[in-house]
């Protein structure tokens, strides 16, 4: 991206602001909705105090369940239901079997090695997770897919976790839509409603701590479980504090599970006897433990601002990498200024996704020589358990780096933290391996 001159920068940043002045409508602070602008005195950078929240009565729901969905809001709100409907644009998938092959060996038993590729746009949830060749018997799986699901759990309680996939599949009607993020008032005074009732459950009081426009987003791109007694989505954290990869494994490792045992795991790996664990995607934990977390929210840097010919300016719902977008972009000048963004931030993703290969296939040798080990019986039990705990958290701390989606533009210091805490135990674990 070529640096603009002194003159150029300065009349561009002039006509935004006129054009934020001149038009009637403004979004701001990841709120997305449309609003009107209060009369102002001068030209300077506008505040969530120089807007009024736009409020309508909500449409009737015309879905089967009571969720009043995005048709629903069409004629209010043409253009946020306009822009959410654009994220069938977002369809590339990377099969990352493919592109990592080792990953096949480190989560063998487990449905990750079967299917594993990329997620698509919010268009194709509902698509996508009925096609995985990885197993779902049971409803939980829909947890984040649509909000006819979260609406069935608000309505009936957790019991729906436990309900059978097909069955509940068939009752869902929507992709991820405006009750997601709004409830059913979608967004009405500016108001974000969390719908997942697990956040409030693991959170309580120390929601009010995130951002409501991280949290929304947060409420599914997070590192989650299901509950061992009723296969409940959980949050295995009560706070920001404890969302760090080190707070989340030990939440793991205390917990009592129903027969007695303790430390919670996703499946026991038949080669090597590790009772293993699965990270997801744990973005929002990875953002909020960055210095970006202070500045901004979600929706400020995936969530542009657009100008409607009838001069509307309204948050766009088509989401889009802040790399994308020259609105988004002027959001990282605040502190990094004439920086040319894309290429800063495609230089750190290469360095994490290198790191991650190189970890991701030291990792996958540690495994094969605690099969070996296993198979061959050359250790004692003691030994060998102590061979597959060290398996289990370098396993962990690779996978909270490799499935959380930015690729280290979240937060790349606590990407390759992870990484180096990752190749320390497959070290550790390698030497207590030796003959």
């Known amino acids: ?82 822009t959410m409907g654009d994220n069938d644009k977002n369809a590339y998938v990377v099969d990352y079997l493919e592109q990592d092959p080792y990953l096949v060996n480190i989560y063998e038993g487990y449905g990750f090695a079967k299917d594993y590729g990329s997620a698509r746009g919010h268009a194709y949830t509902l698509t996508d997770v009925a096609k995985t060749q990885r197993p779902h018997a049971l409803a939980n799986c829909l947890t984040c897919k649509t909000p006819n699901f979260a609406k069935l759990v608000n309505d009936l309680g957790v019991s729906v976790y436990t309900m059978p996939f097909d069955e509940v599949m068939a009752m869902m009607e929507e992709d991820i839509s405006c009750y997601t993020c709004h409830g059913n008032n ?100 990875t953002f909020l433990a960055g210095k970006h977390a202070a500045l901004l929210n979600c929706a400020d840097c995936h969530m542009p601002m657009d100008q409607a010919e009838d001069g509307t300016i309204y948050h766009s719902h088509l989401l889009v990498s802040p790399l994308e977008n020259e609105m988004l972009l002027s959001n990282c000048a605040r502190c990094h200024g004439d920086t040319d963004m894309v290429t800063f931030v495609h230089r750190l993703q290469d360095r994490v996704t290198a790191r991650e290969t190189e970890v991701g296939n030291k990792l996958s040798d540690f495994k094969n020589a605690l099969a070996e080990a296993v198979q061959n019986g050359t250790l004692e039990e003691e030994s060998l358990d102590a061979a597959r705990k060290l398996y289990r958290e370098a396993q962990w701390f690779f996978d909270f780096c490799y499935v959380e989606n930015s690729e280290g533009a979240h937060n790349s210091e606590l990407s390759m933290r992870c990484l180096d805490v990752s190749e320390e135990r497959i070290t550790a674990g390698m030497s207590l391996l030796q003959p």
């Open 1 to 82: 991206m070529e640096k603009r001159t002194v003159l150029t920068k300065l009349l561009i940043a002039l006509v935004i602001v006129a054009l934020a002045v001149v038009f009637a409508g403004g979004i701001i602070g990841g709120k997305d909705m449309m609003y009107h602008l209060v009369n102002r005195g001068d030209l300077g950078p506008l505040t969530r105090d120089d807007i009024t929240y736009l409020s309508v009565e909500a449409p009737d729901p015309t879905s089967g369940d009571g969720t009043v969905n995005a048709s629903d809001w069409q004629e209010l709100y043409p253009y946020i239901v306009a």
């Open 186 to 285: 979608a967004g009405n005074g500016g108001e974000i409603v969390i719908t997942h009732s697990y956040v409030a459950k693991a959170l309580g009081e120390n929601m009010s701590a995130i951002d409501p426009s991280t949290l929304s987003c947060g409420q599914c791109h997070i590192e989650y479980y299901f509950t061992p007694a009723d296969k409940e989505t959980m949050m295995p954290y009560s706070s920001v504090a404890t969302m760090s990869p080190e707070a989340i494994l030990a939440y793991y490792d205390e917990m009592v599970l129903p027969d007695g045992t303790v430390g919670f795991y996703d499946w026991i790996q038949e080669s090597t006897g590790a009772r293993m664990l699965k990270a997801q995607h744990p973005e929002m934990e």
